[in-house]
């Protein structure tokens, strides 16, 4: 397939497929018989999707330029946009597989499958935008497109104000970037990234200051501490197939705007490296402690992964100051990892939930006292949910070690105290969150059930062959971490491409 | 030919893992069959890799970037471990046939032990600091799980999740090993590291030389990080015998010797092992002798024995460690599995429900005791042989009040010895316990075990020549069989040592005569059943970051106005921040 309409292809069928699975699915739910029909259109455009990416990618390491400009869209290919753009394919179809059980016959389920894709659309777009403007546009896409699966559960209140802190939280992080956007525009006359910082010579209050900007606009969505508020609450409440997408894919999708903006700046790349591993400092061990106390599931699940960002933020911020590859693949790797460990937690955690109270029409959130001896009833489920925390861990052979020794490689070399003692600050986080992970596995593999009798409620192959995919991912990528190297190293030199 | 010796061993368990899972818990033949059958064939490997000792990297497999390769060497160290460990494991898993029979969750017990077992191989054979690190990961992560088995006692849970966070924290003295030798050198070859060690800055191999002390000690249980050790006894009894005894808790141990030729220069650092291993012999067998759980006095052994062997590498006698090593696994595993056929058929772990046993279990009794004397040090049994050359060593080359205090320890080691075999196989029976002798498969393990305890001393003069030839940097020096048994029964030490276990033997049985000297220790009595105040320091930095934690949650309010000030006061300390930075910068 010729490139030049694979990166159309890629870019515009999530985002056309949306509107049509709307109106297919109205019709049917006008007409009274709601199929699966919608679900598995879903996962068929959202697998499909992958095969303009492969080649694409194919094309990109082949040193060919591929560029897409229509109005005031402007968008290239790149590694950092390949990967992400793979990220949110892979994991995406697993949620609409997933979803096709776990949200079937929810009001509005023609609307879950119609903004999934979207959301998804609008993610790989903001991984290939080159401007600030266009990087803004998709941005906020994604943010209008993941509120609504937000608060996809309207007649919870619970839901509702997840949503609406998540609404005007992100919001209010929107208008810093605008103000950001706005004063480097102001100091340099530009949108274009590449462009804006060829014109940058010295870092001015202004230019700096549009910096801190940025880093809070993109921050609240990225969750770094202290603007991580509103996660807890839309990450717990949403469905858990979006659960799964917003802690594997959309805060990342923050980091890598907020990547491009600080890459841009890179004048000052050491400032804003010291700036991303204070942060990831805090965000590390805030994250751990606030897990710590959880009694619901998704809530502990929501807390790590503000420490997992902690991670990335490392790997990125050593890369920064110093330049080095390894910290740059082994946050990109995290990136990866964290989405398939994060988004398989988040499943495994979603049957159980909705073996014990979904699916009795309950929408009381999982307790920890529900894991109790749900391995009896459970297997699968429990195995893969033991897996992923396992992972989150950091526990070889797991693949959540992989990139988290990749990140603390970086930190070492060179050998700066100051990056050392944070590396060993992770490490001990690491350990720390075994303290609220382990006790959930130990939960599950009780033989003595919590209170009454949890039944037998039919799990379909649907929810279950998203959890055997990702457990075999983590499982062999964990064993084999090169298997990912493609990915992440081009990523990761395109990212020091841009700050040298 | 080795590389396919050395990757079976590591990779049957892990297969037979998955398989005994995959079987399913409603087939427990099987399950037994396929567990019994693939530790089986990983301790036939791994005893094979004795015909094909090197110091050559035997096995690579390359991953590149900042992984390195993983890359395998069986030499006289790994070699000796491994068989250790896939031996006495096979051993382990015969006697749970019998042990765990009809229990619910086989599936899940079996496939830790064999994973176990494969980590635990995998280990010592590598010579890549970055794989080591793997392994020593997922032997943590097995110990954990099958400490915490019994997920519905919570004494089990929390035991394993002590296990899992004080040998994690431990980890990382390593995990900071092998960052600096990739930093460093480029390479987390073991080999490249002991070669070069004295090129790093004095302070980096100063730090590194303590953080391995650190994990060795974390792994080892050894002072200060005993505590996880006794707790750990709520895993069924294979599992003590095995990972608790013989195998895993060694790994630091291994280290130590391992790295010993790289740090035995930095100063202070075999002052700091020998205080290490002092403390921890002392210490522990103090509260052995306090203990009434059968098998919390033979895990206060254990971490007891253990302070010998690290006592031995702080005064350069790794080969006296590695020697001892080998009596320990085998005596320790001997002792943990017949007091498992105790448990086992009586129901309970405290002696002092118990009390003539011995006579219902008369076989049980006679294995027990032939482990009992090898711990003492009695002679002929191998604990005899290598305990001495310990102290030899210890005597040669280290310092006067280490020894004496090394001294003290083994006539402890002789009192609670006969005071647990007396409790618990002797006198009147002090409740009335139905028991019953072991079980077939049971039998078959205590029986190879005893044999061991009588004989593995013989190895003594091959495993010199093992090491001497394999190690290149540890400058051992090997003796037959015959120069090194008599060499130890001429030593000045032994007739001292032999005293005093005699001393020991007369403390417990006049201790009604000698009540009035007794007396006067209760108070180290008090403190040794209180662990010396080591339980009260874990138990508070629990508390303390648990009440962090409570009060940091005060942070999400759920208010969104506070929310959203929380996003101005990032936005304010952030400018700040960059102004100050700037400022300094410029």
């Given at each position: ?500 | ?255 130590l010797a391992r790295f010993y030729p790289a740090f035995a220069n930095v100063p202070g650092w075999t002052t700091a092992v020998v205080w290490v291993g002092v403390l921890s012999a002392l210490l522990s067998a103090g509260m052995a002798l306090v203990a009434s759980d059968l098998k919390r006095v ?289």
């Open positions: 397939m010729d490139p030049l309409t694979a990166f159309p292809a890629l870019i515009l069928t999530p985002l056309l497929a949306s509107p049509i699975i709307y109106l297919v699915g109205r019709i049917m739910a006008r007409s009274g018989k709601m199929t699966p029909v919608v679900g598995w259109i879903t996962t068929f455009i959202l697998t499909v999707t992958l095969v303009p990416l492969f080649f694409i990618s194919q094309a990109y390491s082949n040193q060919i330029s591929i560029k897409l400009l229509f109005g005031t869209i402007a968008l290239r290919v790149d590694g950092i946009g390949v990967l992400l753009a793979f990220t949110v394919l892979v994991l995406s179809s697993l949620v609409a597989l997933f979803s096709r059980q776990y949200m079937d016959g929810e009001p509005g389920e023609e609307k879950y499958y119609a903004l999934l894709v979207a959301m998804t659309g609008t993610i790989i777009g903001l991984g290939f935008a080159t401007d600030l403007f266009n990087l803004w546009v998709w941005f906020e896409a994604m943010a209008i497109s993941s509120v609504f699966l937000v608060a996809f559960y309207r007649s919870q209140p619970g839901s509702l104000e997840a949503g609406l802190k998540y609404l005007v939280q992100s919001a209010v992080g929107s208008v810093f970037v605008l103000i950001g956007i706005a004063l480097i525009f102001a100091a340099t006359g530009h949108t274009d990234l590449a462009k804006i910082q060829a014109a940058i010579n010295s870092p001015t209050p202004i230019l700096l200051t549009a910096g801190v900007c940025f880093v809070i606009g993109f921050g609240v969505k990225t969750a770094i501490v202290p603007l991580h508020t509103w996660l807890p609450d839309a990450h717990s409440q949403a469905p858990s197939g979006i659960s799964a997408m917003l802690s594997g894919i959309v805060i990342e999708a923050g980091l890598v705007a907020l990547l491009r903006t600080l890459g841009m700046l890179a004048i000052s790349a050491s400032l804003w490296g010291v700036i991303l591993l204070s942060a990831s400092g805090l965000n590390m061990l805030l994250g751990n402690l606030l897990a710590l106390r959880q009694t619901e599931v998704k809530r502990i699940l929501a807390f790590s992964s503000i420490s997992h960002v902690g991670y990335m933020l490392l790997g990125f911020g050593a890369a920064l100051i110093t330049g080095s590859l390894d910290g740059a693949a082994g946050g990109f790797f995290h990136l990866i990892n964290h989405a398939l460990m994060k988004g398989l937690a988040f499943l495994s955690a979603g049957v159980l939930l909705y073996a014990i109270h979904l699916s009795h029409d309950r929408h009381t959130p999982l307790t920890i006292d529900d894991l109790n001896g749900a391995s009896r009833h459970y297997p699968l489920p429990a195995l893969a949910f033991s897996i992923a925390v396992f992972a989150l861990g950091g526990l070889p052979p797991l693949s959540g070690f992989m990139s988290k020794w990749q990140i603390f490689v970086a930190g070492f070399s060179g050998q700066n105290p100051w990056l050392m003692v944070l590396v060993l600050f992770a490490a001990l986080n690491s350990v720390l969150s075994l303290a609220y992970y382990a006790p959930l596995v130990n939960r599950l593999y009780r033989n003595q059930c919590a209170g009454e009798e949890k039944g037998d409620v039919p799990i379909s192959w649907t929810l279950l062959a998203p959890l055997v995919l990702m457990t075999l991912a983590v499982i062999i990528i964990g064993f084999y971490p090169a298997l990912l190297n493609d990915l992440t190293y081009p990523a990761a030199q395109d990212f020091l491409k841009i700050i040298r | 030919m080795v590389s396919v010796l050395i990757l079976t061993s590591i990779t049957l368990p892990w297969i037979g893992a998955i398989l005994v899972w995959a079987v399913g818990n409603n087939r427990p033949t099987l399950q037994h069959g396929i567990a019994v059958g693939f530790s089986l064939a990983s301790g036939f490997m791994s005893a094979s890799l004795f015909l094909y000792p090197s110091n050559e990297m035997a096995l690579s497999i390359p991953i590149g970037g900042a992984f390195g390769n993983f890359t395998f060497v069986p030499d006289g160290l790994g070699v000796v471990l491994a068989a250790i460990a896939a031996l006495i494991g096979s051993l382990a898993v015969i006697f749970s046939v019998d042990y765990m029979r009809g229990d619910r969750q086989l599936g899940r017990y079996y496939s830790m032990v064999l994973l176990f077992i494969g980590s635990m191989v995998g280990l010592v054979l590598t010579s890549n600091l970055l794989l080591m690190f793997v392994f020593w990961e997922m032997t943590a992560l097995c110990s954990y799980a099958l400490i915490s088995f019994y997920n519905d006692d919570p004494k089990a849970v929390t035991g394993g999740i002590k296990a899992l966070i004080m040998t994690q924290i431990g980890g990382i003295g390593l995990l900071f090993g092998a960052l600096i030798a990739f930093s460093s050198f480029g390479s987390y070859d073991i080999s490249i590291f002991l070669q070069k060690a004295n090129t790093l800055p004095p302070a980096l191999l100063s730090l590194t030389a303590f953080s391995f002390l650190v994990a060795a000690a974390a792994k080892s249980a050894q002072f200060p990080f005993q505590t996880w050790l006794p707790d750990a006894m709520e895993a069924p009894t294979p599992v003590s015998a095995l990972i608790h005894a013989a195998t895993m808790v060694n790994a630091g141990v291994y280290l033979l895990a206060y052994s254990t971490v007891s024995q253990l302070g010998y062997m690290v006592y031995a590498i702080g005064v350069g006698g790794i080969f006296a460690s590695q020697f001892h090593l080998l009596s320990h696994a085998v005596f320790k595993a001997l002792l943990f599995l017949a007091a498992g056929a105790v448990i086992h058929s009586v129901g309970t772990r405290n002696m002092n429900d118990m009390g003539g046993l011995g006579k219902q279990m008369p076989f049980v009794r006679n294995v027990f005791l032939i482990g009992s004397l090898a711990l003492a040090g009695l002679p002929f049994l191998n604990g005899f042989w290598s305990k001495e050359l310990i102290l030899e060593e210890g005597l040669a080359h280290g310092p006067l009040w280490a020894f004496i205090g090394m001294m003290m320890g083994a006539g402890l080691t002789a009192c609670y010895t006969l005071k647990c075999v007396w409790m618990v196989f002797y006198g009147d029976q002090r409740t009335p316990l139905h028991g019953h002798d072991a079980g077939h498969f049971m039998k078959i393990a205590l029986f190879i075990l005893s044999i061991g305890a009588l004989t593995s001393w013989v190895l003594v003069g091959p495993l010199g020549t093992l090491m001497e030839l394999t190690l290149p940097f540890h400058s051992i020096k090997a003796h037959s069989t015959g120069e090194i048994l008599i060499e130890v029964l001429t030593a000045p030490a032994t007739l001292l040592a032999l005293l005093v276990i005699a001393s020991g033997f007369a403390l417990w049985v006049w201790r009604n005569q000698l009540s009035r000297i007794t007396d006067l220790m209760t108070g180290i009595a008090e403190g040794a059943r209180r662990s010396f105040g080591f339980e009260e320091i874990n138990t508070a930095i629990v508390k303390g970051t648990n009440s962090i934690a409570e009060f940091i949650r005060n942070t999400q309010t759920g208010i969104l106005s506070v929310n959203i000030l929380g996003i101005l006061v990032g936005l304010v300390v952030l400018l700040v921040s960059i102004a100050v930075l700037s400022i300094l910068g410029a």
